[in-house]
């Protein structure tokens, strides 16, 4: 099983959005990470249920992807993942029509809008799932507690913290 640490955004049913967005372009760009340069893969867009997703990784940082084919792994500190994680919502930022959106490590089960509802009202409510965009019209519907902030015009979110050292081990 793949542990990712990627951008994962969530179109709801807006086929048309999602695929603009795949077709951004990641083949020339490149993050950096302390002294590393580390180039994307190309986005993947999946359906789930009857949502369309979008996943954007970075190569050779997630354990077990088969998108790194042999790459070796880079063993990068949080405070080096943390700025991976700021240039991804930079990316972010560059799309429109979507509905929720994370960065860190498998965020898709926060991106639900149904699971959002049902199995993470406390920490919507008391702002602790840091990172996560909302689109205002999901932002509203969630009739959320906690003040967040604008991350671009039409979207809300709880700003993204970084990533803390983790308990996970290397393969």
């Not at 969530?10 to 077709?23: H, L, R, S, T």
């Not at 999901?138 to 015009?153: G, K, N, S, T, W």
Request: charged share 25%.
């Amino acid at each position: 099983m793949a542990i990712c640490f990627e951008l994962v955004v969530n179109f709801g049913d807006d086929a048309e959005a999602a695929q603009v967005a795949a077709q951004v372009e990641t083949k020339q760009r490149v993050l950096r990470a302390d002294a590393h340069r580390i180039p994307l893969h190309r986005p993947l867009m999946a359906k789930v249920g009857s949502c369309f997703e979008l996943s954007i990784l970075q190569a050779a940082v997630s354990w077990r992807s088969a998108l790194d084919g042999g790459l070796s792994r880079l063993p990068l500190s949080a405070a080096e993942l943390t700025e991976l994680g700021h240039q991804l919502y930079d990316l972010l930022a560059q799309l429109r029509g979507f509905v929720a959106a994370k960065v860190g490590w498998d965020p898709e089960s926060f991106l639900d809008p149904g699971e959002l509802r049902r199995e993470w009202s406390d920490e919507l409510n008391d702002g602790s799932i840091h990172g996560l965009v909302l689109c205002e019209e999901l932002y509203a519907e969630l009739d959320l507690r906690a003040d967040y902030e604008v991350f671009q015009p039409g979207y809300r979110w709880m700003p993204y913290r970084g990533e803390e050292p983790s308990g996970l081990i290397a393969d």
